[in-house]
């Protein structure tokens, strides 16, 4: 494979973007229109000069990047560290599970212990909202959201739109659904503000339990009948329903929602003939989509999957950039970059 991304040749890495500044990956919430195109370019940038990942390169050597996961992964960490490593990089892998935080250390002294064995990345999971940002106060290494309870998953948001602009050309002008779980759903909120911001229409669609009308403030379409909006659609995202996060069912029967909003076959030929068929996994079967639409011709599930490669090299390695730029180690700087979010009052009304 040979490309003219960014002017980058196979076996080469990105000239190092000039604009980015950004020491941290938090959200896409704050991200500029041109820091999320200078995140998908340089991605792409990464996936051409490694010939889908078949080659590695030096950008990150002498680098060392901790995945620090205290929720189940399986996507998220595994790309993750494929990522440094294919840039020549070294891994750190903690789990909670194992550790020492069963004998009572803390999670901001679990982290800086990490970060004393000289890492410059962490890749922070944690079911509490605002955990990476909260970090990112304690440690002079960067941070990077790897999916904060309902928040945010940027990195998801990231690889999701890379995979619309790979098949699509562009995000600009398509309506792209988000179908689910929205209340609970940190994928839906970063796909929300990346997609808004590359000039796609989005609409969120699901039971009313899970739905929230508040989302209009934000300019996305509100919908509760997938059937209505499915012939506008050209890109369906379908979101699992999150049980684990969940206090009350927010429907009567798996059978009830799965009528309502699962994509199947029949509704598949009710779509635009060219839709996309997403899903950010773990998929549920049956449930939110069909075994033969999750495999058929319209899915690039798994391209999404290929895709967060390519998107977590290029955070991977520009955070570290920005790192090394600004003179190294400096806890509590940035204070518009590690400002934890404000999670006093709800969000979309539901959650
Ligand atoms: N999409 C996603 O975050 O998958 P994992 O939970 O397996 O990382």
């Given at each position: 494979m040979s490309t003219d991304v960014m002017g980058v040749q196979p076996g080469q890495s990105p000239p190092?973007?000039?604009?980015?500044?950004?020491?941290?990956?938090?959200?896409?919430?704050?991200?500029?229109?041109?820091?999320?195109?200078?995140?998908?370019?340089?991605a792409a940038a990464f996936k051409a000069a490694t010939e889908g990942f078949r080659r590695k390169l030096t950008a990150l050597q002498g680098k060392t990047c901790a995945n620090l996961f205290f929720e189940n992964s399986t996507r998220t960490r595994n790309s993750f560290s494929l990522a440094a490593r294919r840039l020549g990089g070294d891994t750190i892998e903690f789990t909670s599970s194992g550790s020492s935080i069963a004998k009572g250390e803390t999670f901001i002294d679990t982290a800086r212990n990490i970060e004393a064995m000289?890492?410059?990345?962490?890749?922070?999971?944690?079911?509490t909202p605002g955990t990476p940002a909260r970090l990112a106060q304690h440690v002079g290494c960067s941070v990077i959201n790897a999916g904060d309870g309902?928040?945010?998953?940027?990195t998801q948001g990231l690889l999701d739109i890379m995979t619309i602009r790979e098949h699509r050309g562009s995000c600009r002008g398509l309506t792209v659904?988000?179908?689910g779980d929205i209340a609970y759903s940190r994928t839906a909120r970063s796909n929300i503000w990346?997609?808004?911001?590359?000039?796609?229409?989005?609409?969120?669609?699901?039971?009313?339990t899970l739905v929230s009308r508040h989302w209009e403030d934000f300019g996305v379409e509100v919908a509760y009948s997938l059937d209505e909006i499915l012939p506008r659609c050209d890109v369906l995202n379908l979101l699992r329903i999150q049980f684990e996060r969940q206090h009350t069912r927010p429907f009567p029967s798996v059978r009830e929602y799965a009528l309502l909003f699962a994509m199947n076959r029949e509704r598949l030929g009710r779509a635009k003939k060219n839709v996309l068929i997403m899903a950010p996994g773990p998929i549920n079967r049956g449930v939110e989509?069909?075994?033969?639409?999750?495999?058929?011709e319209h899915s690039v599930i798994l391209d999404q999957v290929t895709n967060g490669v390519a998107?977590?090299?290029?955070?991977l390695w520009l955070v570290s950039g920005a790192r090394d730029r600004s003179g190294g180690e400096r806890k509590g700087r940035s204070p518009s970059e590690v400002a934890v979010p404000d999670f006093s009052q709800p969000?979309?009304?539901t959650a």
């Amino acid at each position: 494979m040979s490309t003219d991304v960014m002017g980058v040749q196979p076996g080469q890495s990105p000239p190092f973007p000039e604009s980015w500044h950004r020491r941290h990956l938090l959200d896409l919430e704050s991200l500029s229109t041109e820091e999320l195109v200078t995140v998908l370019d340089t991605a792409a940038a990464f996936k051409a000069a490694t010939e889908g990942f078949r080659r590695k390169l030096t950008a990150l050597q002498g680098k060392t990047c901790a995945n620090l996961f205290f929720e189940n992964s399986t996507r998220t960490r595994n790309s993750f560290s494929l990522a440094a490593r294919r840039l020549g990089g070294d891994t750190i892998e903690f789990t909670s599970s194992g550790s020492s935080i069963a004998k009572g250390e803390t999670f901001i002294d679990t982290a800086r212990n990490i970060e004393a064995m000289n890492v410059d990345v962490m890749v922070v999971r944690h079911s509490t909202p605002g955990t990476p940002a909260r970090l990112a106060q304690h440690v002079g290494c960067s941070v990077i959201n790897a999916g904060d309870g309902a928040h945010e998953h940027p990195t998801q948001g990231l690889l999701d739109i890379m995979t619309i602009r790979e098949h699509r050309g562009s995000c600009r002008g398509l309506t792209v659904a988000l179908i689910g779980d929205i209340a609970y759903s940190r994928t839906a909120r970063s796909n929300i503000w990346g997609l808004q911001k590359l000039g796609a229409k989005v609409i969120v669609c699901g039971p009313a339990t899970l739905v929230s009308r508040h989302w209009e403030d934000f300019g996305v379409e509100v919908a509760y009948s997938l059937d209505e909006i499915l012939p506008r659609c050209d890109v369906l995202n379908l979101l699992r329903i999150q049980f684990e996060r969940q206090h009350t069912r927010p429907f009567p029967s798996v059978r009830e929602y799965a009528l309502l909003f699962a994509m199947n076959r029949e509704r598949l030929g009710r779509a635009k003939k060219n839709v996309l068929i997403m899903a950010p996994g773990p998929i549920n079967r049956g449930v939110e989509i069909t075994p033969e639409v999750a495999d058929g011709e319209h899915s690039v599930i798994l391209d999404q999957v290929t895709n967060g490669v390519a998107v977590r090299m290029a955070v991977l390695w520009l955070v570290s950039g920005a790192r090394d730029r600004s003179g190294g180690e400096r806890k509590g700087r940035s204070p518009s970059e590690v400002a934890v979010p404000d999670f006093s009052q709800p969000r979309d009304g539901t959650a």
